[in-house]
C-alpha cells in the first residue's frame, strides 16, 4: 500500500489553525470521522492521545506523524495538516510541529502499518519535500506533492 492510496484532497487541511497538539488532533479526528461515516471522532481522537502517550511521534524538523488503531475499521487512512503556525509537539529537536501527516490503521494491522510509516518517514526526511509542503498554497497542490513524490520514489 502506498501513502496516496489512504489520502485525498478532502483529508488535507491547508493552513489549519491549531493552538496545540491537542488541538491539531482533534482536528485530525475530525477530518477522518467527516470522511468515513463508519468511524467516531472521539474514538480516532483516543486512538491518537493513547499513542502519544507512549511518546511523542514528532519526527524532528516540524513534523509528526501521530497513528492510531481502531477496532471499528478495517481500511487505512490518513489526513494531513499543514498549520499556519507551528505547535509543540514535544519533538526531540525542540521545533514547533507545522507538517502532521496521521494514519489510521485497524487494530490487526502490523505489517501494513509499519511499512506506511517508514514510507511516511522517508517522505518527510526530505528536506525538500517539507519546503514544498509548507509553501504549497492550497489542498490540492499539498494532495500534488504526495502523488508525485509516490512517483517519483517508484521509479
Given amino acids: 500500500m502506498l501513502v496516496k492510496e489512504i489520502i485525498s ?25 467527516n470522511n468515513n461515516p463508519n468511524l467516531n471522532q472521539q474514538d480516532i481522537f483516543e486512538s491518537f492521545l493513547s499513542r502519544e502517550k507512549l511518546g511523542s511521534t514528532a519526527l524532528g524538523h516540524g513534523v509528526a506523524l501521530p497513528h492510531g488503531r481502531l477496532k471499528s475499521t478495517d481500511k487505512t487512512s ?13 519533538a526531540e529537536d525542540q521545533q514547533p ?22 514510507q511516511l518517514a522517508e517522505m518527510f526526511s526530505s528536506e525538500e519535500f517539507r519546503e514544498k509542503l509548507r509553501a504549497a498554497e492550497n489542498n490540492d497542490k499539498l494532495y500534488k506533492l504526495f502523488e508525485n513524490w509516490v512517483a517519483q520514489s517508484t521509479k
Fill in 9 to 33: 484532497p478532502e483529508l488535507i487541511a491547508y493552513k489549519a489553525n491549531a493552538s496545540s497538539k491537542k488541538r491539531a488532533l482533534e482536528k485530525l479526528s475530525e477530518l477522518l470521522s
Fill in 78 to 90: 490518513g489526513a494531513f495538516l499543514q498549520l499556519d503556525q507551528g505547535v509543540d509537539f514535544d
Fill in 97 to 118: 510541529v507545522d507538517l502532521i501527516f496521521a494514519m489510521l490503521v485497524p487494530e490487526e494491522s502490523t505489517e501494513e502499518h509499519l511499512k506506511l510509516l517508514a
